[in-house]
């Protein structure tokens, strides 16, 4: 079967670049610019980065962290951590450790994140609206210090989304905001 295109005959390679295709070429060279510049300027200025300090944990020195917060959130209902407290949250397979708890509406708590043994991800998002959904990552040996505060009350479900073995789909868990 023969090409459906026809064979070049002229020097089609030699033709100088049109006018408006060189217009096209430096709008999306300036587009490309902007969006590099704007990506760059949205992890300084943009408030949804999370940012917060890093410090090297074992995995068993991080357990014990766990232990202790778990023991203070069963001296209060229903594991309710009071406004301005700290919350701590290890992933492991399959599950993750220090949840559920119970936080109070647009108020500010340090999340301290790690995991027990391989990386797993941390996906939080009201059960309302599951397509709002906020992503971070647990690693083991490193602790991650995040102020954060929901606003809306309600049940936060939380699910891995790194792959992580066979049990990786059920790793599932959720926190409470109230009023
Ligand atoms: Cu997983």
Not at 9 to 34: M, Q, R, Y
Not at 86 to 108: H, N
Not at 143 to 153: G, Q
Request: charged residues 20%.
């Amino acid at each position: 079967m023969s090409s459906p295109l026809k064979p070049q005959t002229d020097n089609w390679w030699d033709v100088p670049v049109h006018w408006d295709e060189k217009v096209w070429i430096g709008i999306s060279v300036f587009w490309a610019l902007v969006l590099f510049g704007w990506m760059t300027a949205w992890g300084s200025i943009g408030n949804q980065t999370q940012e917060g300090p890093t410090y090297q944990v074992s995995p068993n020195a991080f357990q014990t962290k766990i232990d202790s917060f778990k023991a203070r959130a069963e001296e209060t209902d229903r594991g309710f951590r009071p406004a301005g407290s700290d919350v701590y949250i290890a992933g492991m397979r399959y599950g993750f450790d220090g949840l559920p708890v119970v936080l109070k509406a647009g108020k500010e708590y340090d999340f301290h994140l790690s995991s027990y043994d391989v990386q797993h991800g941390f996906g939080v998002r009201p059960n309302d609206a599951l397509s709002k959904q906020m992503t971070l990552q647990l690693l083991p040996g490193y602790e991650w210090v995040l102020p954060m505060t929901f606003d809306e009350p309600g049940t936060y479900h939380v699910v891995c989304n790194e792959f992580c073995g066979v049990g990786h789909r059920t790793m599932h868990a959720k926190f409470i905001v109230e009023k």
